[in-house]
Protein backbone atom coordinates (compact mmCIF):
# COMPACT_ATOMS: atom_id res chain seq x y z
CA UNK A 1 0.00 0.00 0.00
CA UNK A 2 1.27 3.77 -0.86
CA UNK A 3 1.59 5.61 2.27
CA UNK A 4 0.33 9.13 2.67
CA UNK A 5 1.67 11.64 0.09
CA UNK A 6 1.94 15.31 0.43
CA UNK A 7 3.10 17.82 -2.39
CA UNK A 8 4.37 19.90 -2.51
CA UNK A 9 7.80 19.20 -0.16
CA UNK A 10 8.55 22.43 0.14
CA UNK A 11 7.26 25.90 -0.62
CA UNK A 12 8.04 29.54 -0.31
CA UNK A 13 5.87 32.20 -0.36
CA UNK A 14 5.87 35.99 0.80
CA UNK A 15 3.63 37.79 3.40
CA UNK A 16 0.30 37.91 2.22
CA UNK A 17 -0.11 35.46 -0.17
CA UNK A 18 -1.71 32.03 0.18
CA UNK A 19 -1.09 28.85 -0.49
CA UNK A 20 -2.67 25.39 -0.16
CA UNK A 21 -1.35 22.43 0.35
CA UNK A 22 -2.37 18.75 -0.55
CA UNK A 23 -2.60 15.81 0.98
CA UNK A 24 -3.49 11.85 -0.12
CA UNK A 25 -4.22 9.31 2.21
CA UNK A 26 -3.41 6.32 2.24
CA UNK A 27 -6.57 4.09 -0.17
CA UNK A 28 -9.05 3.11 1.93
CA UNK A 29 -8.87 5.68 5.20
CA UNK A 30 -10.96 8.13 5.41
CA UNK A 31 -10.25 10.26 7.99
CA UNK A 32 -7.52 13.38 7.48
CA UNK A 33 -6.11 15.21 9.99
CA UNK A 34 -3.56 18.43 9.68
CA UNK A 35 -0.65 19.59 11.68
CA UNK A 36 1.63 22.30 12.06
CA UNK A 37 5.21 21.54 13.27
CA UNK A 38 7.12 24.72 15.00
CA UNK A 39 10.11 24.51 16.52
CA UNK A 40 8.87 26.53 19.81
CA UNK A 41 5.34 25.29 19.37
CA UNK A 42 5.68 21.80 18.74
CA UNK A 43 2.46 19.46 17.22
CA UNK A 44 -0.54 21.23 16.78
CA UNK A 45 -3.96 19.83 15.85
CA UNK A 46 -5.01 22.15 12.74
CA UNK A 47 -8.47 20.34 11.60
CA UNK A 48 -9.65 16.56 10.77
CA UNK A 49 -12.05 15.54 8.16
CA UNK A 50 -13.87 12.43 7.65
CA UNK A 51 -16.21 11.50 4.43
CA UNK A 52 -15.67 15.61 3.48
CA UNK A 53 -17.10 16.76 6.79
CA UNK A 54 -14.94 18.80 9.41
CA UNK A 55 -15.09 16.70 12.81
CA UNK A 56 -13.38 18.90 14.80
CA UNK A 57 -10.98 22.13 14.39
CA UNK A 58 -8.13 22.96 16.86
CA UNK A 59 -6.94 26.76 18.09
CA UNK A 60 -6.37 28.47 14.52
CA UNK A 61 -7.32 31.60 12.86
CA UNK A 62 -9.86 31.24 9.69
CA UNK A 63 -7.16 31.80 7.79
CA UNK A 64 -6.79 28.19 8.55
CA UNK A 65 -9.04 26.19 6.04
CA UNK A 66 -9.25 22.53 4.75
CA UNK A 67 -11.72 20.58 2.74
CA UNK A 68 -12.11 16.83 1.82
CA UNK A 69 -12.70 15.30 -1.47
CA UNK A 70 -14.91 12.29 -2.51
CA UNK A 71 -11.64 10.34 -3.03
CA UNK A 72 -10.47 11.26 0.86
CA UNK A 73 -7.80 13.43 -0.50
CA UNK A 74 -7.86 16.93 1.13
CA UNK A 75 -6.31 20.08 0.64
CA UNK A 76 -5.74 22.66 3.13
CA UNK A 77 -5.02 26.48 2.71
CA UNK A 78 -3.69 29.26 4.57
CA UNK A 79 -4.55 32.58 3.21
CA UNK A 80 -2.75 36.22 3.64
CA UNK A 81 0.46 34.51 4.79
CA UNK A 82 2.05 35.73 8.22
CA UNK A 83 6.08 35.36 9.09
CA UNK A 84 4.58 32.94 11.70
CA UNK A 85 3.03 30.67 9.57
CA UNK A 86 6.84 29.32 8.70
CA UNK A 87 6.37 25.61 9.62
CA UNK A 88 6.34 22.23 8.99
CA UNK A 89 3.01 21.10 8.07
CA UNK A 90 1.82 17.15 8.33
CA UNK A 91 -1.14 15.41 7.05
CA UNK A 92 -1.92 12.20 8.78
CA UNK A 93 -4.98 9.32 7.73
CA UNK A 94 -6.86 6.91 9.34
CA UNK A 95 -9.53 4.74 8.82
CA UNK A 96 -11.16 6.07 11.83
CA UNK A 97 -15.01 4.79 12.28
CA UNK A 98 -14.62 6.64 15.36
CA UNK A 99 -13.99 3.49 17.60
CA UNK A 100 -11.17 5.04 19.39
CA UNK A 101 -7.54 3.68 19.30
CA UNK A 102 -6.82 5.77 15.93
CA UNK A 103 -3.41 4.56 14.61
CA UNK A 104 -2.22 8.05 12.80
CA UNK A 105 -0.24 7.46 9.30
CA UNK A 106 1.77 10.42 8.49
CA UNK A 107 3.11 12.12 5.65
CA UNK A 108 6.49 13.88 5.52
CA UNK A 109 5.09 17.18 5.61
CA UNK A 110 5.36 20.42 3.16
CA UNK A 111 7.82 22.48 4.45
CA UNK A 112 6.29 25.78 4.13
CA UNK A 113 8.62 29.40 4.32
CA UNK A 114 6.88 32.50 4.43
CA UNK A 115 9.66 35.51 3.67
CA UNK B 1 -8.30 17.73 26.79
CA UNK B 2 -5.71 15.02 28.17
CA UNK B 3 -2.39 17.39 28.45
CA UNK B 4 0.34 15.02 28.45
CA UNK B 5 3.45 15.64 29.83
CA UNK B 6 6.87 14.20 28.75
CA UNK B 7 11.32 15.09 29.87
CA UNK B 8 12.57 17.37 27.48
CA UNK B 9 15.52 15.22 26.75
CA UNK B 10 16.65 11.79 27.43
CA UNK B 11 20.51 10.58 26.93
CA UNK B 12 21.07 6.86 26.77
CA UNK B 13 24.26 4.51 25.52
CA UNK B 14 23.85 2.24 23.20
CA UNK B 15 22.39 -1.62 23.95
CA UNK B 16 20.57 0.13 26.90
CA UNK B 17 17.07 -0.06 27.74
CA UNK B 18 15.14 3.06 27.92
CA UNK B 19 12.63 4.23 29.68
CA UNK B 20 10.05 7.31 28.42
CA UNK B 21 7.65 8.26 30.89
CA UNK B 22 4.24 10.00 29.96
CA UNK B 23 2.04 11.38 32.81
CA UNK B 24 -1.48 12.33 31.37
CA UNK B 25 -3.48 12.85 34.83
CA UNK B 26 -6.90 13.91 33.14
CA UNK B 27 -6.59 10.97 30.76
CA UNK B 28 -10.80 10.03 29.78
CA UNK B 29 -12.11 6.51 30.24
CA UNK B 30 -12.22 6.47 26.30
CA UNK B 31 -9.04 7.57 25.53
CA UNK B 32 -6.04 5.66 24.24
CA UNK B 33 -2.34 5.75 24.97
CA UNK B 34 -0.08 6.05 21.56
CA UNK B 35 3.20 6.63 20.48
CA UNK B 36 4.93 8.32 17.99
CA UNK B 37 8.95 8.49 16.41
CA UNK B 38 9.95 11.25 14.62
CA UNK B 39 12.76 11.86 12.72
CA UNK B 40 13.92 15.18 11.37
CA UNK B 41 11.81 16.32 8.56
CA UNK B 42 9.75 13.16 8.81
CA UNK B 43 6.12 12.56 9.62
CA UNK B 44 5.79 11.23 12.84
CA UNK B 45 5.65 7.72 12.98
CA UNK B 46 3.68 5.19 14.88
CA UNK B 47 5.43 2.84 17.14
CA UNK B 48 2.77 1.22 19.68
CA UNK B 49 -0.59 1.49 21.19
CA UNK B 50 -2.15 0.47 24.56
CA UNK B 51 -5.81 0.94 26.72
CA UNK B 52 -4.34 -0.28 30.08
CA UNK B 53 -1.70 -2.73 31.77
CA UNK B 54 1.18 -3.68 29.05
CA UNK B 55 1.53 -3.96 25.40
CA UNK B 56 4.48 -5.24 23.52
CA UNK B 57 5.65 -5.58 20.15
CA UNK B 58 8.53 -6.22 18.07
CA UNK B 59 10.05 -2.50 18.69
CA UNK B 60 8.96 -1.33 22.14
CA UNK B 61 7.05 -1.97 25.21
CA UNK B 62 4.12 0.14 27.04
CA UNK B 63 3.24 -0.25 30.13
CA UNK B 64 0.67 1.73 31.91
CA UNK B 65 -0.52 1.40 35.48
CA UNK B 66 -3.77 1.00 36.97
CA UNK B 67 -5.12 4.49 37.54
CA UNK B 68 -3.66 5.61 33.57
CA UNK B 69 -2.78 8.79 34.84
CA UNK B 70 0.84 7.91 33.23
CA UNK B 71 1.98 5.28 30.86
CA UNK B 72 5.98 4.28 29.91
CA UNK B 73 7.25 3.73 26.63
CA UNK B 74 10.22 0.82 27.05
CA UNK B 75 13.13 0.50 23.66
CA UNK B 76 14.58 -2.28 24.61
CA UNK B 77 18.61 -2.47 23.75
CA UNK B 78 18.51 0.89 21.94
CA UNK B 79 20.90 1.74 19.10
CA UNK B 80 21.99 4.82 17.45
CA UNK B 81 19.23 5.15 15.18
CA UNK B 82 16.48 5.30 17.76
CA UNK B 83 17.88 9.01 18.15
CA UNK B 84 14.71 10.67 17.53
CA UNK B 85 11.94 12.86 19.12
CA UNK B 86 9.15 10.52 20.94
CA UNK B 87 5.74 11.64 21.26
CA UNK B 88 3.27 10.37 23.67
CA UNK B 89 -0.52 10.88 22.26
CA UNK B 90 -3.58 10.76 24.74
CA UNK B 91 -7.01 10.48 22.69
CA UNK B 92 -8.72 9.42 19.77
CA UNK B 93 -12.08 8.25 20.66
CA UNK B 94 -14.25 10.46 18.77
CA UNK B 95 -17.70 10.48 20.86
CA UNK B 96 -19.95 13.67 19.01
CA UNK B 97 -18.95 16.20 16.55
CA UNK B 98 -16.28 18.54 18.18
CA UNK B 99 -14.77 16.16 20.53
CA UNK B 100 -12.68 14.32 18.38
CA UNK B 101 -9.58 15.83 20.30
CA UNK B 102 -5.91 14.47 19.61
CA UNK B 103 -3.15 16.23 21.79
CA UNK B 104 0.57 15.77 21.23
CA UNK B 105 3.21 16.42 23.82
CA UNK B 106 6.40 18.25 23.45
CA UNK B 107 7.86 15.33 22.41
CA UNK B 108 11.56 13.43 24.12
CA UNK B 109 14.37 13.88 22.17
CA UNK B 110 16.18 10.97 22.36
CA UNK B 111 19.99 10.87 21.74
CA UNK B 112 21.77 6.87 21.82
CA UNK B 113 25.36 7.70 22.44
CA UNK B 114 28.01 5.43 21.01
Known sequence: KAGVTQTPRYLIKTRGQQVTLSCSPISGHRSVSWYQQTPGQGLQFLFEYFSETQRNKGNFPGRFSGRQFSNSRSEMNVSTLELGDSALYLCASSSSAGRGGEKLFFGSGTQLSVL | ?114
Open chain 2, 1 to 114: LAKTTQPISMDSYEGQEVNITCSHNNIATNDYITWYQQFPSQGPRFIIQGYKTKVTNEVASLFIPADRKSSTLSLPRVSLSDTAVYYCLVGGAYSGAGSYQLTFGKGTKLSVIP
